[in-house]
């Protein structure tokens, strides 16, 4: 458990910097306590570094904003390493488990009723280092790791030169590839909101024939 190299942080970022943080049991007990305590981490998923808070801490989700520049009305995806997971956060019904079981860990986000007002995107990364944090730290609130409107980061190198993130778990490169396809199931008909890894024919089927 190491600061990220000199050269590779931003300026303002202090003389320690982030972390940088073995996928090792003792490295992920450690990033799961700095959550645990407010912090935010960067992490390896299926696609790209994400920057996660813990679900229950509004401050460090808001610190997030505030690291990428984020515009407040993004909203940012629960990550979570397993169904159970999700209880007491989002309203899961039969049509929602038919699509979890099938797609998930995968690309695949879902938005639901969140069961505290609001709707909420969700989705387990198919990812080894991003599951076996979320073991350890509970759900995450998450997004890209990355400046608004910069390319994500790909590497924990990438990821460390980012103000404001206490740790970093080296999980070697991210995959890469195309964004989770996002299916939108708060409504009478699912809705693709955007069409990513999975297409859309594939998730919902062909289209029905037109009427008239």
């Not at 401050?59 to 007491?88: C, D, F, H, N, T």
């Not at 007002?117 to 991003?130: D, M, S, Y």
């Not at 995959?175 to 199931?185: C, E, F, H, I, K």
Request: charged share 15%; proline share 9%; with cysteine.
């Amino acid at each position: 458990m190491v600061p990220c190299p000199n050269e590779l942080r931003a300026s303002g970022v202090s003389s320690r910097g982030p972390l940088l943080l073995k996928p090792t049991q003792a490295g992920l007990q450690r990033a799961a306590q700095l959550l645990r305590s407010g912090g935010v981490i960067a992490f390896p998923t299926d696609t790209v570094y994400g920057l996660g808070a813990s679900v229950d801490d509004e401050l460090a989700q808001k610190r997030i904003y505030q690291i990428k520049g984020r515009p407040v009305g993004m909203p940012l995806i629960l990550m979570v390493a397993a169904e159970s997971q999700l209880e007491g956060l989002v309203h899961v019904d039969s049509r929602v488990e038919a699509m979890m079981r099938k797609w998930w860990p995968g690309p695949l986000t879902l938005v639901l009723h969140s069961l505290r007002g609001g709707t909420l995107g969700v989705r387990i990364p198919k990812h080894k280092v991003a599951l076996d944090l979320l073991r350890h730290s509970g759900p995450l609130m998450t997004t890209s790791a990355n400046l608004h409107g910069r390319d994500p980061a790909m590497d924990a190198n990438e990821a460390c030169a980012l103000s404001g993130v206490m740790a970093v778990v080296d999980g070697g490169a991210a995959p890469g590839g195309t964004a989770s396809t996002v299916l939108d199931l708060t409504g009478p008909e699912p809705h693709v909101l955007r069409e990513g890894a999975i297409p859309t024919p594939e998730l919902l089927g062909p289209p029905g024939p037109l009427s008239g």
